[in-house]
């Protein structure tokens, strides 16, 4: 073996450590969800055990758990979507007509995602319970659209920059109209931009808790909220409830990140390596 094939060796392997360090706390957690409460507390740790499947029986007995878990999925995919078809006309707009002062209404659009949760829970808690809009689906799920709005016009806009404007004149003067141009010649080339901007704003739904916890209610619980109020039962941490919970609550962002990692790395970029095409 080379020197070059030596050091890619040695690349690779040091990838694979890093990856592995990162990963060790979730492997961790899934191994835990098939232990007894006395095994994950065990000293030293135990790495052979007998699996059970008691703590994921107990967890699908728990009353409410079912709503939280549809709550979650719902509020996610819903206000998401919602997000990225707004968020994609915005970007088009930004990005074809350029209205006066584009640059600072990016600007401003994107200083909403700069200020902490907290800074804004109590206008938010006194605006939507002066108008009754508290533990209610429809106003949670605007109340994330709005918040995923603002990255996701950042990400689609320098896509669109990407797509040279021909397209959209070849459309018109062949007698497309410009609903036609938007969502059939454009729409199809910033498919990347528009499923990296889903993910990302998902997975911040996903994990959102503090809004869903102050604005929301009975109804509207997500798995975040059944985690905080289940963590302590019996005068004590409830670490089997903990381990199985966070189990089905981190497999969904798993698989949407492994099954588009692809358009996640390009988002990253927020089209800014593309050339025109």
Known sequence: MNGRGFRQHLYYAA??????????????????????????????????????LANYTDLLSRQGLLLQVFNSIFLSVVAVCVAVVVSFLAAFCF??????GTDFLMFLLLSIR???????????????AGFGWKDNHFWLVMFYAMFSIPFSVWI???FLDGVS???DETGLVNGGSWFHVIFRVVMPQVKPGLIAAFIFNMIFV????????IIG???????????????????GVNWTFIA??????VIPPILFIYFFQKYLLVGMTFGTVRGEV
Not at 114 to 128: S, T
Not at 217 to 235: E, H, K, M, R
């Open 15 to 52: 990838l694979w450590l890093v990856a592995l360090f990162f990963f060790a706390p979730v492997a961790w957690i899934v191994l835990s969800s098939f232990k007894t409460r006395e095994q994950i507390l065990a000293v030293p740790p135990k790495l052979i055990f007998v699996p059970t």
């Open 95 to 100: 990005s074809r007509f350029k209205p006066k």
């Open 114 to 128: 700069m200020l902490p949760g907290p800074a804004v829970i109590l206008p938010v808690y006194l605006m939507y």
């Open 156 to 158: 689609l806009k320098g």
């Open 165 to 167: 404007v021909r397209f």
């Open 206 to 213: 996903w994990n959102e808790f503090l809004f869903n916890f």
């Open 217 to 235: 209610g009975v109804s509207t619980q997500n798995i975040p909220y059944a985690l905080a109020v289940g963590t302590y039962s019996d005068g």
């Open 244 to 249: 199985s919970m966070t189990t089905i609550y």
